[in-house]
């Protein structure tokens, strides 16, 4: 038996990287999952992986995946996203907003579309699809929405220890945590539970080794393991505690401080 039998899950931007890694371990403990993401086939990107080897990989390993291509930065893709997940799997428990489009640029240089581009993808999405699939979570009176995060949230210290360029991605990402908290709050009530989760440190993805913030072979780095790990705990998590308060909602976590406070111990490495 596992944690997530008999649910359904979307994960968004889960042709790679952490997203993938997340929709394999959901899959991996029982859960039907959707991916969504643009890239649906080998060889049709730039970047390695696609939703047809993260749907193949849960296959392998005796899961239940489906893939739905969509661009998040259009209404109608994101809307096309929860009624397909829906139609072919049944009402939506999981919901976790992983996809995201980043640029880097001091704010003065910052191109009017990538701004736009990025708020959509990272901010609108979220959201758009937090209003989807609430209907039928708050008449289940359950469910679990997971916004991925970056410490690029934190405000950053002046003067600053780096170049400067990732203050629009962590505008954005403050505006993901903020309205986590916002959300989680107006559905508590409803037994849905919205966190946010980060990782403690750099993890090597696609984005992240193309932008030049970590490598393959950096010995500081976080495997997307760790995250999916995480992203388990808090998708299974309750939202009342056993004393009646407060339990796994309203969270702005990290990674690895999370697993800590929960006793679970970190993947094996590899």
Not at 190 to 209: C, E, F, H, K
Not at 227 to 256: F, H, I, N
């Amino acid at each position: 038996m596992g944690r997530l039998d008999g649910k359904v899950a979307v994960v968004t931007g889960a042709s790679r990287g952490i997203g993938a890694q997340i929709a394999r371990r959901f899959a991996a403990e029982g859960a039907a999952v959707a991916v969504a993401a643009r890239t649906t086939d080998p060889g049709s990107s730039r970047f390695a992986g696609s939703l047809a080897e993260t749907v193949s990989a849960i296959a392998a390993a005796g899961g239940r995946a489906v893939a739905i291509r969509a661009d998040l930065s259009r209404p109608a893709d994101r809307a096309h996203v929860v009624a397909d997940a829906t139609a072919r799997l049944g009402p939506v428990d999981i919901l976790v907003n992983n996809a995201a489009v980043t640029y880097f640029a001091p704010v003065a240089d910052f191109a009017d579309r990538h701004l736009h581009l990025m708020f959509e993808v990272q901010v609108y999405a979220p959201l758009h699809l937090a209003r989807l699939v609430l209907p039928s979570m708050r008449e289940r009176r359950r469910g679990w929405i997971l916004n991925i995060s970056s410490r690029a949230a934190i405000h950053p210290a002046i003067p600053p220890a780096r170049r400067p360029g990732g203050t629009v991605y962590g505008m954005c990402k403050a505006a993901l945590e903020r309205f986590t908290t916002g959300l989680a709050a107006e559905v508590f009530a409803d037994g849905v539970a919205v966190n946010a989760l980060s990782p403690n440190r750099v993890v090597p993805t696609a984005g992240t080794l193309f932008h030049h913030l970590t490598t393959m072979d950096d010995p500081a780095a976080e495997q997307p393991d760790v995250m999916a790990e995480a992203a388990l705990a808090l998708c299974t998590g309750p939202v009342v505690a056993a004393d009646g308060g407060c339990g796994l909602t309203g969270r702005v976590a990290y990674s690895q401080d999370l697993l800590a406070e929960l006793g679970v111990p970190l993947p094996a490495a590899g």
